[in-house]
């Protein structure tokens, strides 16, 4: 039907090319935090995720070592390896990569070029090797603490699954995604229950203050989440739920609802009238024609509607920060990552990348599981 | 007995009064059409037959039972909806099955009423298939299955046929036709179609803004219209309606005369009917013909030439239209004066009210 015969509009071009560019600028970021979730945290810090695959220009800082000061003259020679200097040996460990570039000064730390003497003026001069071995010419005794030695190494690329092992080993992380799932499930399911009775009733049943019900629901479409915290919370201690899962489930339900009643009455009002009459003339009861062909005409509407739920339930912060106790055992994946993750380890890009690719992983599960509901012509036959 | 009975029903929306009064009874076994123009109410009162609507006023009887206040599922009727209204979700058996399920009937009962459903609409060969994978006039077959399963009172069908393109709409019209010997049923039908209504009719109720204005035989709202409505309505090219004014009158005779029409006398009860009284005399186009002498004159538009007739488009002095329909072909020049005649005693003769007056008078009002 789309096609015309033997004529494809320019814009079907347009269309393609504008949904490329969108799965792109989509994509983009979820490679960069799929790639970063690999790296190491010095590799991130020094160069961005499309450099990855290259080796990493690392700085580094180490101390001539003065154990063994030859005097010359006026002239007190510092030798030794940069790499047996305990400050070098904890940033890159047994490893021995190759130095570039070295300097004295931390403003300009890859001065000059590994291999060649520096001349740093006053009869001082440094030469610095790229296997990490040093000559250090000074002009004072340096006392029993080395001058610096600033310089950068190339290190290779390095992946591992260590972020990962980090993020899901964290401390109670396993704990806190069934607590993320003990919220998400509930607060999908139930508003979809409760909505789509409520729907049915607002599109097909005929009472008094239908009109009125239907203009709150949209009133309550506006009204910000954050008014409600407060009010809510003191309700729930008042009748004693307190902060609680089933406090959260009743939350998120309640901030639910006024869109889900909506998406759903907005969608059912669009079935054919002569269906549901038909199903009346049939002898359907009400409940009936909603069970057996309203609901199940519904499905679109009930799978979007499941999609947006989840993905906000799961992402939310705020009022699982409000609604559940801040004890460890309640944690969910929002808030641990936030507290516990990014609380203590805050410049550690690896652990954020991995544990906001962890978290992405189950909803785009249920996106894909979903949308397969998400179907036109679902109502193709039934009317002329 | 009467199977359905109508006591004057009325509908109204706010203060708008869509069906004004309608009294109507439909006996066993009786095929009813309601037909008239979009919005004379006839869907309306369909629907609330169905108990898809209230009834604001009156009384709706159906076998012994006053159903005014009964859920439309236990009325004992079934409807064939005009955009068929098949559950898209669910196979045809079970499209057809599912009054049988509500119903509570055990699975074997209802296979067995399926497949005879099936059988009579020749549609066992499509049980399995959704309703997206067929064809319009398999749509409406199996929406007619639906409705038969459930062995109803009282047969409703809505523009059952105005989906389906022409041919398809003869051969469900007949099959419709069959149908209703076979199961002996009591069906009433809805449709703006006056061949449709001519073809399966027992009782046409002519319907126009809410109000009944005929009842009858099809052939006897043919011959014997009550009124200029139900004239113009029934019948195919339109009755010609000439104003006139009565110039003698004479024991079973009234003469008439107008702009387009010289004097002619048409035989009718004179009583009630004084001299200079202006009427409206119509004539079909079928009892018109060609004639130098005829009382009627007009000019020749446009003929059409179907071979087997002419169809002759006039235009008359007074700016009307009028139409003849010859039986026979033959060739007329365009703009040319035409004269006609017909036999008096085919004419009829309505008065300033718009209703008929007959020489014996036997009016049913």
């Not at chain 1, 096609?3 to 979820?30: E, F, Y």
């Not at chain 1, 599960?365 to 002329?384: D, I, N």
């Not at chain 2, 109803?152 to 393109?165: A, C, I, R, T, Y």
């Amino acid at each position: 039907m789309s096609d015309i015969v033997g004529k494809k509009s320019g814009l079907v071009w347009a269309t393609h090319l504008s949904v490329l560019a969108l799965v792109i600028i989509w994509l983009i970021p979820t490679v960069g935090l799929f790639v970063s979730s690999f790296r190491d945290r010095d590799q991130i810090s020094e160069t961005g995720w499309w450099r990855s695959f290259l080796p990493v220009e690392q700085g580094l800082r180490g101390r001539a070592s003065v154990d063994d000061v030859i005097v010359q003259g006026d002239t007190f020679v510092l030798t030794g390896s940069l790499f047996d200097d305990e400050e070098v040996l904890a940033s890159v460990g047994e490893e021995r990569p190759p130095i570039t570039a070295f300097g004295n000064a931390g403003r300009n730390p890859g001065q000059f070029v590994a291999g060649e003497v520096a001349d740093l003026g006053d009869g001082e001069s440094l030469l610095v090797n790229p296997d990490g071995t040093y000559e250090y010419r000074l002009a004072e005794d340096p006392g029993n603490r080395g001058p610096r030695i600033y310089f950068f190494a190339s290190t290779p690329p390095v992946f591992s699954f260590a972020n990962y092992r980090t993020v899901l080993t964290a401390d109670n992380m396993d704990r806190a995604f069934i607590n993320t799932l003990t919220v998400t499930i509930p607060t999908t399911i139930i508003p979809i229950l409760m909505a789509a009775f409520a729907a049915y009733a607002l599109a097909w049943m005929d009472f008094r203050g239908r009109g009125f019900m239907i203009a709150c629901i949209v009133g309550l479409l506006v009204v910000p989440l954050q008014l409600a915290l407060v009010p809510a919370l003191q309700m729930h201690n008042a009748v004693g739920i307190g902060q609680s899962f089933l406090g959260i489930w009743l939350a998120h339900t309640a901030f639910g609802l006024p869109l889900a009643v909506y998406l759903l009455r907005n969608y059912m009002i669009g079935l054919p009238r002569d269906i549901i009459e038909s199903a009346k003339v049939d002898g359907a009861t009400d409940f009936e024609v909603f069970l057996k062909i309203v609901l199940p005409l519904s499905f679109p509407a009930l799978a979007s509607f499941a999609i947006f739920q989840f993905l906000w339930t799961w992402n939310d912060l705020l009022v699982a920060k409000v609604f559940l106790p801040s004890a460890e055992e309640a944690k969910v994946m929002t808030v641990k990552i936030a507290d516990d993750l990014l609380g203590s380890r805050g410049g550690d890009w690896g652990i954020l990348a991995t544990a906001a690719f962890v978290s992405i992983g189950v909803p785009l599960l249920v996106f894909f599981s979903l949308q397969r509901y998400l179907v036109r012509g679902l109502l193709a036959g039934s009317v002329k | 007995m009467a199977e359905l009975r109508l006591s004057k029903v009325r509908k109204t929306y706010g203060s708008t009064e869509v069906i004004k009064g309608v009294d109507l009874d439909v006996n066993k076994g009786e095929f009813v059409v309601f037909v008239g123009p979009s919005g004379c109410g006839k869907s309306t009162l369909l629907r609330m037959i169905a108990g898809l609507e209230n009834i604001t006023e009156g009384e709706l009887w159906i076998g012994d039972e006053l159903c005014n206040d009964i859920h439309p599922g236990d009325r004992g009727i079934a409807m064939v909806f005009q955009s068929y209204a098949l559950y898209p979700h669910m196979t045809v058996s079970d499209n057809i099955a599912f009054n049988l399920k509500i119903s509570g009937y055990s699975k074997e009962e209802r296979e067995q009423k399926v497949q005879n459903a099936a059988r009579i609409l020749q549609i066992e060969h499509l049980l399995k298939r959704k309703p997206s994978q067929l064809s319009g006039g398999q749509r409406q077959r199996v929406a007619i299955g639906r409705a038969i399963v459930r062995e109803p009172q009282v047969f409703l069908f809505d523009e059952p046929l105005s989906n389906l393109d022409a041919a398809l709409r003869v051969e469900m019209r007949m099959e419709l036709s069959a149908l209703h010997r076979t199961l002996g049923a009591t069906m009433i039908y809805v449709t703006h179609d006056q061949v449709e209504a001519m073809t399966l009719a027992d009782k046409i109720v002519v319907l126009d803004a809410g109000i009944v204005q005929q009842v009858g035989e099809p052939i006897d709202l043919y011959q014997r219209p009550a009124n200029l409505f139900v004239a113009g309505f029934i019948g195919s090219p339109k009755m010609n309606f000439f104003p006139v004014t009565v110039v003698a009158r004479s024991a079973g005779h009234v003469d008439v005369e107008g702009v387009t029409i010289e004097r002619v006398s048409v035989p009718t009860d004179p009583s009630g009917i004084e001299i200079g009284d202006q009427m409206t005399l119509g004539i079909r186009p079928q009892d018109l013909d060609y004639s130098p002498q005829g009382p009627v004159k007009g000019t020749i538009e446009m003929t059409e030439r179907l071979g087997s007739e002419t169809i002759l488009n006039c235009k008359t002095e007074d700016g009307t239209s009028l139409l003849a329909v010859l039986g026979r072909d033959e060739k007329f020049e365009h703009g040319a004066q035409a004269r006609f005649e017909f036999e008096p005693a085919q004419a009829i003769l309505f008065n300033h009210e718009g209703t008929a007056r007959y020489p014996d008078q036997a009016l049913p009002d």
